[in-house]
Every structure is written in structure tokens, then in C-alpha cells.
């Protein structure tokens, strides 16, 4: 039996999959007081199970969070309920296995994956797909979609390529995504996008890494993944999965852990792969499989008004800070910015990638890096409103040609980045 303490699963949980043994396909679901989402997730994931892969043997984990609300009674129910038939689908070949199971390690979504790639490194599956909790746009196609490219094409690494509401997914949307495509020369859409595929090679190399105890393992996770997959040259590809519909969050509410540490992570990974994002020059697409659809996602409503409130209140108690962070330029622009905000506001593009720019090489030398992150977090308040402001008449299409707008900026402008990180002496 498994005993090594820093395991993410639990000695019960060890026990389970010696009686398993092995399995084609793993599928991982993290979760969190999620008892009103998840049974709908799972049964999404057994009829696309059954439906595409009825003769591999599959296993299921719950990586659960300490859930309080009946998360895991709701996935046993549908774990244990029948109901293939009632939805055209032959029971599979080889039944579904799983459990719903409380990880072990430092609290967040990197825990829970660490202890679902655990169980797909020791049933030597073959490929292993994970998937949000708060899905309700999920089908049973989404099975396919994930594990398909890894089984079928020999694909390390698959990105849900989603079609979002235009002020859903505000972080990805302002700096995961152009970043990491300016620093990497790959544009993958969704690089913090919840729901992803991986081979049995990368699971492997992602164990073998030395993050677990760090903050990757709260939010971080998404963007480390990857980055990593990017970065260590694995084929990767996105796959067209419809609209996402879950418990998004008007990017105005408190999402400062999140920030700190999604962008914490994309900002250390920066040290440690200079040598290649200093080389990349521009950037080239990356495959998408699946039918593309025009597909209308939920709206979203946002209080502009609160962002700029939080971005003024922000800039004055910050403003002495930001005077050593950002360039003089950047500095005299932002508080421009922060003078003519009421009741509107107007935030270069190219100012704001200057800021992520300055903070990335501040970064490397700061010591409170907690504190450095959450000064970002009025900005991007800042930046964000003015987005909003600007795109309010235009459709989600519209909208995502000034979010390519802006990834140009950052390609374009990484000179500058160069020359920020080279003064700083990172």
C-alpha cells in the first residue's frame, strides 16, 4: 500500500485503487460545496464514457475540498444510479469506477489535482481528463473532446477552447492569455480554463516537479500546467467545447486571491524560463478539433462603477508605491488616467501592458510579493472598467477582436519587457 506522507490521498483512498489496479482513462473532478453542480458534471461524464469509450476501462475520482454540503453523497448517487437508457446510451462494456474522496496538502485546486494525477500515474491510465465542478454547460461530448486528441492523435496536452461571454474570464482575458502567448509564441485561448486533457507523460512530469507545497497548489495551478506543457515542448492542442456556462463572478467582486496567485505564477515561471520566452518572437496558432459553432453564452452583469471606485481609492493609497515600481512614463499616464475616471474611464491598452511589463521585472526582486500583486489589483480594476466601458454595445465576436488587439500590444511591445528586465538586473 501507498504510505508516503505527502500523498494528496488519503490511505482509504490508496486501498481503492489496489483493488483497481489499473484503468484506460482516468477523469478527475475537483470540488468544493459544489453538491448543487457536480451530479450533473458526472453524469455528463458517464454517458460520454459510455457513449465514446465503452470497452476502456475508466475510473473516476471526486477530489473534494472538505465539502459540507453533501458534494460527495451527490456523486455516489450518480455514480451508483442507472441512467444510460433513458438517455439512448448502451451501458458501457466496462462499468465505471470511482470514488469521491477529501485530498490531503495545502487547500485549493492544486492539491485536488495533485491527487487525481496520483491516481492516474498508479492505474497507469493512458490519458487523464479533469473538469470543473460548476459546470452546466457541460455534454457528454466534453469526454471525447479532452481525451480523444491524447488517445487518438498522441497529443500531451489538451485546452478547452470555450466560447465566453465577454466580461467572463476578465484575468485570462487581460493578462493569462496575451502573456503567456507574447512570452511563449502560443496562443492558446483558455490557458486558466478549468477543464483540460493530459497523457500519461505529462501527468508523470507534473508529479515529478516540486510545486506542491507552494502557492501553485491554490490557483495557481491552470496557468503552471500550461506553461509547463508549453515550455517542455509537449504537442498541445485545443478542442471547441460550446459555450461555458458555470458560476462566473462579476469581475468587479473580490477575486484578489486569485489574481495574486494565477499572476504570482505567471510572473515566477518568467525566472525560471527566460532562456526560452526571451528567444520567442511573435506567435503561431495552436490546432482546435471539434465543430465550431456560434454559440451565445450567459451575460454577465458588471458594476462598473465599483471598478472604478476600487481603481481611484486604489491609485491614492497606493500612489507613493507605484512611484517605485513603475516608470516615470507609466506613472505620470496612470495618474491621468485616475484624474479623468469619473464618471467614465479611458485606460490605454498599451499603458496597461507597459504596467504588466514593469510589475513582471519588479517581481523578480521585490521581497513582499504579496504586497507588489495586490497594489496590481486597483489597475487592473482601472483597465478592466475601461474594457467594459469600451466593448458595452459590441457582441462577445466584436469584443474578442480588442482582446487580439490587446495580444498584438503585447507581442509588439516585448522590447520593452526586455528592456525593464535587463535595468532590474533579474
Same mark, same amino acid.
Request: proline share 4%.
Given at each position: ?26 477523469? !478527475? ?24 469509450? @465503452? ?36 451501458? @458501457? ?5 470511482? *470514488? ?59 485546452? @478547452? ?31 486558466? !480554463? =478549468? ?55 462579476? @469581475? ?11 499572476? =504570482? ?6 525566472? =525560471? ?15 482546435? *478539433? ?20 476600487? *481603481?481611484?481609492? =486604489? *491609485? ?65 480594476? !482601472? ?44
Amino acid at each position: 500500500m501507498k504510505t508516503d506522507n505527502r500523498s494528496a490521498l488519503s490511505k482509504d483512498a490508496w486501498h481503492t485503487l489496489e483493488s483497481v489496479r489499473e484503468a484506460d482513462i482516468v477523469i !478527475g473532478i475537483p470540488s468544493y460545496n459544489n453538491a448543487a453542480t457536480i451530479g450533473h458534471v458526472i453524469k455528463a461524464v458517464k454517458l460520454g464514457l459510455a457513449k465514446y469509450y @465503452p470497452d476502456k476501462r475508466a475510473f473516476l475520482i471526486n477530489s473534494d475540498g472538505g465539502s459540507t454540503d453533501g458534494t460527495a453523497e451527490a456523486v455516489l448517487a450518480v455514480l451508483n444510479d442507472d441512467t444510460y437508457g433513458i438517455n439512448l446510451v448502451d451501458k @458501457p462494456e466496462q462499468p465505471l469506477t470511482g *470514488f469521491s474522496t477529501p485530498y490531503h496538502g495545502i487547500p485549493g485546486k492544486g492539491s485536488a489535482f495533485k491527487a487525481i494525477f496520483e491516481a492516474a500515474r498508479y492505474l497507469k491510465a493512458r490519458a487523464c481528463a479533469v473538469f470543473d465542478s460548476d459546470l452546466r454547460s457541460i455534454t457528454p461530448e466534453w469526454v471525447q473532446l479532452l481525451i480523444a486528441p491524447v488517445l487518438e492523435k498522441g497529443y500531451g496536452y489538451v485546452c @478547452p477552447f470555450y466560447r465566453r461571454y465577454k466580461y467572463d474570464g476578465t484575468i485570462t482575458n487581460s493578462i493569462a492569455y496575451p502573456l503567456t502567448r507574447a512570452l511563449y509564441g502560443r496562443r492558446v485561448r483558455q490557458p486558466i !480554463g =478549468g477543464d483540460f486533457g493530459f497523457s500519461a507523460e505529462l501527468v508523470d512530469l507534473y508529479l515529478r516537479k516540486d510545486v506542491w507545497d507552494t502557492d501553485v497548489a491554490r490557483f495557481g495551478i491552470d496557468i503552471w500546467m500550461t506553461t509547463t506543457a508549453m515550455v517542455e515542448r509537449f504537442k498541445i492542442c485545443q478542442s471547441f467545447m460550446g459555450a461555458k456556462i458555470h458560476d462566473a463572478k462579476d @469581475p468587479g467582486a473580490d477575486l484578489a486571491p486569485m489574481f495574486v496567485q494565477v499572476v =504570482g505564477t505567471l510572473f515566477s515561471l518568467m525566472k =525560471g524560463y527566460e532562456s526560452r520566452w526571451r528567444e520567442t518572437l511573435g506567435s503561431r496558432p495552436t490546432a482546435i *478539433f471539434g465543430f465550431e459553432t456560434e454559440v451565445s453564452p450567459l451575460p454577465l452583469q458588471v458594476n462598473i462603477a465599483r471598478m472604478i471606485e476600487k *481603481f481611484r481609492d =486604489g *491609485f491614492d493609497e497606493n500612489q507613493l508605491y507605484y512611484q517605485q515600481i513603475l516608470s516615470s512614463d507609466c506613472m505620470s499616464k496612470l495618474a491621468e488616467v485616475r484624474e479623468m475616471c469619473t464618471p467614465s474611464i479611458d485606460f490605454p491598452r498599451l499603458l496597461w501592458v507597459r504596467i504588466i511589463y514593469n510589475y513582471a521585472a519588479v517581481f523578480q526582486k521585490e521581497g513582499d510579493k504579496k504586497r507588489l500583486l495586490e497594489s496590481l489589483i486597483p489597475i487592473y480594476f !482601472g483597465y478592466v472598467a475601461s474594457f467594459v466601458k469600451e466593448t458595452e454595445t459590441y457582441d462577445d465576436f466584436r469584443a474578442e477582436e480588442t482582446i487580439e488587439d490587446l495580444c498584438e500590444i503585447y507581442e509588439d511591445t516585448k522590447s520593452y519587457l526586455l528592456q525593464k528586465w535587463d535595468e532590474k538586473g533579474c
